[in-house]
């Protein structure tokens, strides 16, 4: 599974972005989809993900009420909105896939099998 993110940038406090990551390759193997992000100096942190069945879906505390996770089946993309941002946002933005039928919040960064390259997210205050 190859992953293309796109979308970051800088943006002011109070402003949207909107990530994009599109799928390509043997999607039909991906059993969840997630957002993680990495601030500078900080370990990685999922942002966001849901199962591709829909069964379940995760928002960190951090970000609930601010962020969205979605997808477009057809088109093998998922999207992260983001809202009301703020500067402890700023961070590189990855996504990624797991092969894992039981995905939840708590498996460990090992277990997501394929990753974007990241996009830069920057918010000034």
């Known amino acids: 599974v190859q992953l293309q993110a796109s979308g970051g940038g800088l943006v002011q406090a109070g402003g949207s972005l909107k990530l994009s990551c599109a799928a390509s390759g043997r999607t039909f193997s991906v059993a969840a989809v997630a957002w993680i992000r990495q601030a500078p100096g900080k370990e990685r942190e999922l942002v966001a993900g849901?199962?591709?069945?829909?069964?379940?879906?995760y928002i960190a505390d951090s970000v609930k009420g601010r962020f969205t996770i979605s997808r477009d089946v057809v088109k093998n993309t998922f999207y992260l909105q983001m809202n009301t941002l703020k500067p402890e946002d700023t961070a590189v933005y990855y996504c990624?896939?797991?092969?894992?039928?039981?995905?939840?919040?708590?498996?460990?960064?090992?277990?997501?099998?394929?990753w974007g390259q990241g996009t830069q997210v920057t918010v000034s205050s």
């Open positions: 849901m199962r591709r069945s829909g069964s379940y879906q």
């Open positions: 990624a896939t797991d092969s894992n039928l039981f995905w939840s919040a708590s498996l460990p960064m090992n277990d997501y099998d394929f």
